[in-house]
């Protein structure tokens, strides 16, 4: 397997996650403003949506801070339900929930950037149910540096973005058994301008074209898609 890179233009535009974060129905009108806690230095940075309850509109958000814990569960008025990942997690970065056909369920994946780390998670009792990785630069076993976020397609490989300013700037994806399918991008041993990628971060997949989409951080913030 190999996998290629082309360039398709920049982003549009972007936007951070700080101290709030509305809530849009699918026609994008407002459902509820949640309101970040109190606690000075805490922030949000990722969310993740179980499907499986729409109606009820269950969200997932990571958050970073010294007195938070990294996931709490929000209800349909934005009231924190549970949280999870205290003592497992200790910078939250990305999030993705995956939808297993095969298993019949659903999974929440996030990313550790300081510990190098890719967690599965079974989201309603907030078990840990995988961890992969380390810090480092190697593949076998495998490792990462600043893992920034995590992407699958309907077969239950995963695409891994390994960047953000870390030691290594690659992306990943694993077969359903966590095998290496395909690398593209640099690791430790070799500059970052050198390859296809300066900092790759956040990243999805398009299941219509089967291409694994993603935007990264260089002098031109450019969008790259890969295959």
């Known amino acids: 397997s190999h996998a290629t890179s082309r360039r398709i233009g920049p982003p549009k535009h972007s936007r951070a996650l700080h101290k709030s974060m509305v809530l849009l129905s699918p026609a994008c009108s407002p459902l509820s403003c949640v309101q970040a806690t109190a606690i000075t230095g805490v922030s949000s940075c990722a969310v993740g949506v179980d499907p499986r309850v729409a109606d009820a509109r269950v969200v997932y958000v990571g958050q970073r801070g010294k007195h938070a814990p990294p996931i709490i569960v929000l209800g349909p008025d934005g009231r924190m339900l549970r949280s999870f990942g205290t003592g497992l997690i200790e910078t939250m970065h990305g999030m993705h929930m995956q939808q297993d056909d095969k298993a019949g369920q659903m999974f929440l994946w996030v990313t550790d950037s300081h510990a190098g780390k890719v967690m599965k ?97 260089n002098a031109d913030s450019a969008y790259q898609q890969l295959h």
């Not at 390994?162 to 690791?187: E, P, Q, T, Y």
């Open 121 to 217: 998670f079974e989201p309603t009792t907030g078990k840990l149910l995988v961890t992969l990785g380390s810090l480092g630069t190697g593949i076998s076993p495998i490792q990462f540096g600043s893992v920034a976020d995590i992407a699958f397609d309907a077969d239950g490989s995963l695409y891994i973005s390994d960047g953000d300013g870390g030691v290594n700037a690659r992306i990943m994806k694993l077969d359903s058994s966590f095998k290496v399918v395909w690398v593209v991008g640099n690791n430790g041993t070799v500059a970052p301008a050198a390859g296809p990628f300066e900092s790759p971060h956040s990243l999805d997949y398009d299941p219509t074209t089967r291409r694994c989409v993603r935007t990264f951080v």
